[in-house]
């Protein structure tokens, strides 16, 4: 797959591709799998902003952007799983590091009736959008050469489910740091 790639983007796509066989990714799925996974992996890299599939398959041609997003619908693993992973890795790196807990925004402007969006503050853009809230967990390293998700939680608003049920964004942080904690990994 990488000869379809531009001369410019081959290097990337080698570098996560041996990063990915580090982790034994490939061994666990199919190799086409393993291909639209690094494709993906290379593209949210790539893309600092807006990383859509479509956008990740102009830039990166090696697979279209149907396969792109019937590869991620259909993986075989739970995000828990993939969080696990990368947190193994980070391990493997033997930095030490630090968390940072931020809450990701995911505009929905016309998306009025998705049960899980809602109307809230973006400080980046200094003012109100309605979309979707996803509180990540990020490992840095303390050199500053690595920043890996390690955890994150879709935040629902209270209108969408029972009281009983509702968590605030820092009481879904909770069981992100907790696992982090349990899974030891370098924390300065």
Request: overall charge positive; hydrophobic content about 45%.
């Amino acid at each position: 797959m990488a000869s379809r790639l531009y001369r410019t983007t081959r290097p990337l796509y080698l570098a996560v591709e041996q990063v990915l066989w580090q982790l034994q990714v490939p061994l666990v799925g199919s190799p086409t799998l393993a291909a639209l996974i690094v494709l993906s992996v290379t593209g949210l890299i790539l893309l600092t902003a807006r990383p859509t599939q479509t956008r990740v398959a102009r830039r990166l041609p090696g697979r279209a952007h149907d396969a792109l997003n019937r590869g991620l619908r259909t993986m075989p693993w739970s995000t828990r799983f993939l969080m696990r992973l990368l947190c193994d890795f980070a391990k493997q790196l033997g930095r030490d590091g630090y968390l940072v807990l931020d809450e990701v925004i995911v505009e929905k402007a016309f998306a009025k009736r998705l049960p899980w969006a809602a109307k809230v503050y973006s400080f980046k853009e200094k003012r109100t959008l309605y979309g979707r809230v996803i509180v990540v967990l990020v490992w840095c390293s303390c050199d500053g050469h690595w920043r890996i998700p390690v955890g994150f939680r879709l935040w629902r608003p209270a209108r969408s489910c029972r009281a009983a049920r509702y968590q605030t964004k820092l009481e879904l942080a909770v069981p992100l740091v907790e696992a982090v904690v349990l899974a030891r990994l370098p924390v300065h």
